[in-house]
Structure formats: C-alpha cells, structure tokens
C-alpha cells in the first residue's frame, strides 16, 4: 500500500532555531500534502495543504513566515518550523493523498518536536 | 458546513466482545468517508474507507464500518475485540470545497480490557 515517510521522527532544538521536517511519497506521486499539528489528548489541527509547485494554503491563524512549507516535487514536501519557541513543541504530522486507483490519504508517522 | 461527529471520547469493551466506535457526519453531496488508527506517539494508519459501492465496508486488522446514508453514520465495528486495539481511532470525512482536505472527528480512545 501507499507508504509516506516522514522524518525526523523526533527532534530536540533551542529557542530560535529553525527546524525542517521532511515528509515523502514513497510509493506514489501526491500533488497535495497536508500538515497537521496535534496538542495532546486532542485530534488534528490543519495547519496548511501544500501544492506541489505553487504556494501553501495555510489555514486561519497559523503563521506563514514561521511555518515554511515547500513542495518542490511530487513526492516530497518539507515544514520548516522558523524562530522556533517552546510553545511551538507538538506532533506535527503529514498526509498525502493520492489521487489514483486506491485514492486515500496516507500518514507519515509524525515528528515530535521540543523546543528548549 | 462539513463535519463529522464521534460522540464517545472513550469507549471500554472487554477483550473478546464485540465493539463499536460511532460516527455520524454531514456533508454536501456524496461523502468519502475515512477511518483511522494512532497509537501513541505515532501518525494515523488507514484503516478503511467508503467512496462508493457496498455500504459495508471491510478493512484491516478485522475492522469493519456500515455506510448509512440516512442516519448519515459511519460506525466502527469489529465482532471480537483484542487488547492490541486499544488505541485512538479517528473518523473523517473528505471536504470536496477547496483543497480536498480532510476533515476529522475528535477521535475516540479505545480500551479494550483482558
């Protein structure tokens, strides 16, 4: 079945500091990846869908200039968290859909960041 | 507007019973309708779908989920529930405006007990 892998699973930084997380389409071709962030105990937040070759959609309330999405291919879509603060640690998570025969939307086993 | 509705934020059953994880949604048009897993610490596994076709649907893990257009439900069921199911179950709903995003219930706990 359709495999997206996401990476780091975990990752530690300091207040300030960037961090890029990367989510790729192993086994299928996705025009449009998802971001998500989730607090704990609570479902997923959208944070943006992003458009191989064009602009992220971002959803309402979340910060552009501090969550850079870029899509440059059709297989893998990066998040980078900039000027990183404590209140920015979560689990973030990314989706692709794939848009053939076995059309779905398939997980990466999600990055969980702390910021210190 | 869409949405989906998972109205038991727990749900207990004793290993060996059957069980069931409700959703209800509401949606314009025809839904595409998603279930999901996610242990902890862990991004979601599919687990079944409904687009079209049989409104029983059959998926991994021996889950299963009945489409029910008018009561616009999607219940999880399983006939035998295991240990190992314990776990966060997650139910969502494809919105067809914009960008095909999904859109996702607030997730149900599952704990299923020896």
């Known amino acids: 079945g359709a495999v997206v892998s996401q990476h780091p699973s975990r990752v530690i930084c300091k207040s300030g500091t960037s961090v890029k997380i990367e989510c790729r389409s192993l086994?299928?071709?996705?025009?449009?990846m998802f971001w998500y962030r989730q607090f704990p105990k609570q479902s997923l937040m959208l944070m943006a869908t992003s458009n191989e070759g064009s602009k992220a959609t971002y959803e309402q309330g979340v910060e552009k200039d501090k969550f850079l999405i870029n899509h440059a291919s059709l297989t893998l879509s990066t998040l980078t968290v900039t000027s990183a603060h404590p209140e920015d640690s979560s689990f973030y998570i990314c989706?692709?859909?794939?848009?053939?025969?076995?059309?779905?939307?398939?997980f990466g086993s999600g990055t969980r960041l702390t910021v210190v | 507007a869409q949405s989906v509705a998972q109205p038991e934020d727990q749900v207990n059953v004793a290993e060996g019973n059957p069980l069931t994880v409700k959703c209800t949604y509401s949606v314009s048009g025809n839904p595409y309708l998603f279930w999901y897993v996610q242990y902890p610490n862990r991004g979601l596994q599919f687990l079944l779908k409904y687009i079209t076709g049989d409104n029983l649907v059959k998926g991994s893990y021996g889950f299963e989920a009945e489409f029910n257009k008018s009561q616009t439900s999607f219940h999880l069921k399983k006939p035998s529930a295991l240990v190992s199911d314990s776990a966060l179950y997650f139910c969502?709903?494809?919105?067809?405006?914009?960008?095909?995003?999904?859109?996702f219930g607030t997730g149900t706990r599952l704990q299923v007990f020896p």
């Open positions: 086994d299928f071709q996705a025009t449009t």
């Open positions: 989706s692709a859909r794939d848009e053939g025969p076995a059309y779905g939307y398939t």
């Open positions: 969502a709903v494809r919105d067809f405006r914009g960008t095909d995003k999904l859109i």
